[in-house]
């Protein structure tokens, strides 16, 4: 059944493009129509914004502590180093109390690349949407998962955490934060300055964790490049510090605009750019075209 109702969305995508009359799909209405993996070992090419991944893992739609969700967008793929760090954290957070795992949400297409909606990043399958909703069940049907919401966390545009916001989220940030195949983890700006106001132990990780527009239903971890994907392009890594003063720049800014910059236009949540195949990596048109 789910791979029919791919089959059926992939079939009006094309409708659309040919009624279109477009001389060249995007790379997103290409990669976007792809269900299953490239028959290629694992290799994440370019950024995670632009980019592609060859011979992506698909994560089990249920695991002993973790549920896939939204499974009709077919974006649980990923390459092997991000679907183990699911398990690991996953692993970790159903030691908490009134958490049995985690919901995951968005990884990464089949083949990777830009996608038709939601996301500018998780192109090369090292890109994790994690709920903030607690996983207090791992039975969800598959039509559950398309139903059921998460939960935000926000109070104030992003400026404060509401009362949804507990130490148990602080606990699983800080777990991800600390892996060392962790580049940065995405949250609210609020979210990050009470996580500097609540942690008096060592704060090294949260130099990782970095305020973004959104990111209140969800955090989205990104994992470095694997060290086999020399191919794979790194973000710079974070500035030097805690992050914690910047963080609170945001806030203020969210509090009290600046003149030239609206507290709206700061937490909006930009659309996808429109890349075409020849602006991703050339491996990209094989990883694309291959059985």
Same mark, same amino acid.
């Given at each position: 059944?789910?791979?029919?109702t ?7 995508i ?13 790379a997103s ?9 490239s ?11 632009k #980019?592609?991944?060859? %011979?992506a893992v698909?994560? !089990?739609?249920? &695991? *002993?502590?973790?549920?896939?969700m /939204? ?5 649980n ?9 699911i398990?690991?954290?996953s692993?970790?957070?159903a030691?908490?109390s009134?958490?049995? #795992?985690?919901?995951v %949400?968005d990884?990464s297409? !089949?083949?990777? &690349? *830009?996608?038709?909606s939601a996301? /500018? ?29 998460s939960?935000?966390?926000?109070k ?15 606990q699983?940030?800080?777990t ?8 940065r ?21 949260l ?10 239903y ?7 490049c ?7 392009v790194n973000?710079a890594p ?8 910047d963080?609170?720049?945001?806030v203020d800014?969210?509090l ?9 236009e ?18 990209c048109?094989?990883?694309?075209h291959?059985?």
């Amino acid at each position: 059944m789910r791979i029919l109702t791919l089959l059926i969305v992939i079939g009006l995508i094309q409708v659309i493009f040919l009624a279109s009359g477009s001389a060249e799909p995007t790379a997103s209405q290409q990669f976007g129509t792809q269900v299953t993996a490239s028959i290629h070992s694992a290799y994440a090419y370019g950024q995670h914004a632009k #980019g592609c991944l060859a %011979g992506a893992v698909e994560l !089990p739609e249920t &695991g *002993p502590t973790w549920q896939a969700m /939204r499974l009709s967008r077919n974006r649980n793929w990923g390459h092997p180093q991000a679907i183990a760090f699911i398990r690991d954290l996953s692993e970790s957070a159903a030691t908490l109390s009134e958490w049995e #795992g985690l919901y995951v %949400g968005d990884i990464s297409q !089949p083949r990777g &690349g *830009p996608m038709l909606s939601a996301h /500018r990043s998780h192109q090369i399958g090292l890109d994790i949407d994690f709920w903030f909703l607690p996983a207090t069940s791992l039975g969800l049907s598959v039509k559950e998962r398309e139903i059921i919401s998460s939960i935000s966390l926000r109070k104030d545009n992003g400026a404060f955490v509401n009362d949804n916001w507990s130490w148990s989220h602080h606990q699983i940030l800080r777990t991800a934060a600390r892996d060392a195949r962790v580049a940065r983890i995405f949250v609210f700006p609020g979210a990050k300055v009470q996580m500097c106001k609540d942690e008096i132990g060592n704060r090294d990780w949260l130099r990782k964790i970095r305020p973004w527009w959104g990111h209140h239903y969800h955090f989205h971890v990104r994992l470095t490049c694997p060290v086999s994907s020399h191919a794979c392009v790194n973000q710079a890594p974070p500035p030097p510090g805690d992050g914690c003063a910047d963080a609170q720049l945001w806030v203020d800014d969210i509090l009290n605009p600046p003149e030239h910059v609206s507290s709206a236009e700061k937490l909006v949540v930009k659309p996808p750019v429109k890349l075409k195949l020849s602006d991703l990596p050339h491996q990209c048109t094989d990883i694309l075209h291959s059985k």
